[in-house]
């Protein structure tokens, strides 16, 4: 039987294994217990010309070579050195070569034998057997935990596909419910018709035989006498005048026909929603909303600030940022009204790409996936107003435009929830589908000039907050349009964009107090004053909870971002 270090059997050469590579050892250096190739064994004599080194021809005499290191002992670094020392300035366990490369200008290194010593006696040593016995039982509960988790993830699939079928099945159910009723509806209209065209042409040969009778009778009776004649002649003018007539009445029908028209409102929404219904992650670290990871109630506060400079070489002004909106990869998108533009922005708010728009942008949010809808608006004098809503797709970091819709009212701020598009028009806040179709006004308030500045909806879809800009309030509706709260502050003067996370805390910027407030989730108390004017707050517009970070991004006429750290 062949040894294991017969020249037959190839050995690693230990350098290029440290490197990731495999390459054959050709050599064995006694002192160091490494296997070398012929290009590291060059490096390796030029280090240690005393060594001895064995090349392939005394491969038998590798298996006198000292041992490998014990695997308890073994340096991880170094894998054929001994951990022999202890570096005190590092804490941190060494062998030779780790001190030569790393540790030359530390000032306590010691011999582990030592530092070693009554080790058996020290109380951390005694314990550690209890300690990792500890840590093993978490760590197989933690297993059995996610096992667990892995089967009820499992389950809860299957769940969700039952309800998709089911849905699948009732849309199923209601399309040939109108499939049915459509085409009995179309068979009474065919029947109808047929029956007129039966009608039609039983009139006209009954009238068609009574015309041939009548004249046949006139001209048998030639010989007869002037009378029968007579009779004859008129009677025919009678039979003429009520053919003629029928003939008048059947001409007004040229053709007996049917035609259909489509609900187009049928194939728009059915194409405008994506999926069945939204899903939603939780309790999973590091997939959900950073916001999320604090209680509902939490109460943050502030704890330094960035400021991030967006604008670009192309812009003609330093920017007046009026809506800011978070992709799920991180990406930043936000509207530069007085340039014109919707720009793109990367994880560390760097500009990435942009698109110029016809007319002033004013709010911007999130649709889904990479969907942005963004709030286009300018009056003119000549009546040529613009009221529209563009939609945005990003792909491969490219901003393009897809659609838009037009409204017959103002468009300032925009938000989508469920199924539908909620715009604001300054005094009002309505409901939209996806298509454009209004589905009703949700709530007006005509006593001022900005009483529906922006608004933001809670996740579950049930509470809407609005910024009333004129008169400095935010007002709390439910979804159907009533009144919850009204709240006032000092700070809240002139209060403009609004935002709530998905774990329902709220958060206001506001325009003439320079500051950010949280608002707690009823939308009656202030829960903290986070930010003004000495933080670099200065009349702002806009603002968001980044989702990737524990962080506000805020924004408005000075054209820069200011991203407040919060805990």
């Known amino acids: 039987m062949a040894s294991k270090f017969d020249s037959s059997i190839q050995r690693g050469c230990s350098p290029c294994e440290e490197d990731g590579l495999n390459t054959e050892a050709q050599h064995f250096c006694n002192l160091c217990t490494k296997y070398y190739c012929d290009i590291c064994v060059t490096k390796h004599n030029g280090l240690y010309k005393r060594h001895t080194v064995l090349d392939r021809k005394d491969v038998k005499k590798w298996a006198a070579a000292p041992g490998t290191v014990d695997v308890l002992e073994r340096c991880e670094r170094h894998p054929g050195e001994a951990l022999k020392l202890v570096c005190g300035d590092h804490d941190q366990l060494c062998c030779h070569v780790c001190v030569s490369i790393d540790h030359r200008h530390c000032s306590s290194i010691q011999h582990i034998p030592d530092v070693a010593k009554g080790i058996r006696k020290d109380p951390g040593f005694r314990q550690l057997p209890q300690q990792v016995a500890v840590l093993r039982k978490q760590i197989e509960d933690m297993k059995n935990d996610r096992k667990k988790n892995s089967s009820s993830l499992r389950k809860t699939r299957t769940a969700i596909v039952d309800e998709i079928q089911a849905i699948r099945k009732k849309i199923n159910d209601i399309l040939d419910k109108m499939e049915k009723t459509t085409v009995q509806e179309l068979d009474r209209l065919v029947a109808d018709q047929e029956m007129s065209i039966k009608k039609d042409m039983e009139s006209c040969t009954q009238m068609h035989d009574e015309l041939k009778n009548i004249i046949d009778d006139i001209q048998s009776k030639d010989s007869s006498g002037e009378p029968p004649l007579y009779i004859g002649f008129k009677k025919c003018e009678e039979k003429i005048k009520q053919a003629k007539e029928i003939l008048q009445n059947m001409s007004s029908v040229v053709k007996y026909d049917l035609t259909f028209g489509k609900h187009n409102g049928i194939e728009d929404n059915l194409s405008s929603m994506k999926t069945f219904g939204e899903l939603n992650e939780s309790n999973v670290f590091g997939a959900q909303p950073r916001s999320s990871l604090f209680p509902r109630d939490h109460v ?38 007085l340039n014109k533009k919707v720009k793109l922005l990367d994880q560390e708010y760097r500009v990435v790409d942009h698109c110029d728009v016809p007319e002033y942008p004013y709010d911007v949010c999130h649709i889904g996936g990479n969907e942005v809808a963004l709030c286009v608006d300018e009056h003119r004098h000549n009546n040529d107003d613009r009221h529209e809503l563009h939609f945005i797709n990003i792909t491969k970091g490219k901003l393009v435009t897809t659609r838009k819709l037009s409204f017959s009212h103002k468009c300032y701020g925009a938000a989508h929830h469920g199924n539908n598009l909620y715009i604001s028009s300054l005094t009002a806040l309505y409901v939209y589908t996806m298509t454009g179709k209004q589905e009703k006004k949700l709530y007006e308030d005509k006593t001022g000039g900005d009483t529906v500045k922006r608004f933001a909806i809670s996740n579950d879809g049930k509470t809407i907050y609005i910024t009333i800009h004129s008169n400095s309030q935010l007002i709390t509706l439910d979804n159907l349009g009533n009144k919850l709260a009204t709240f006032t502050d000092p700070d809240l003067l002139g209060p403009h964009g609004v935002h709530v996370t998905t774990a329902g805390h709220v958060f206001v910027c506001c325009y003439y107090s320079h500051t950010v407030l949280q608002v707690d989730k009823d939308g009656k108390t202030k829960l903290a004053t986070l930010a003004g004017g000495q933080d670099g707050v200065h009349y702002p517009q806009a603002l968001f909870f980044s989702s990737r970070a524990s962080s506000l991004v805020v924004a408005g006429e000075k054209g820069t971002l200011l991203v407040l750290n919060v805990r």
């Open 300 to 337: 943050f506060a502030t704890e330094g600030y960035m400021e991030y400079n967006v604008k670009m070489s192309s812009d003609r002004y330093d920017g007046y940022i009026e809506g800011i909106c978070e992709l799920p990869g991180g990406e930043v998108v936000i509207t530069d009204g």
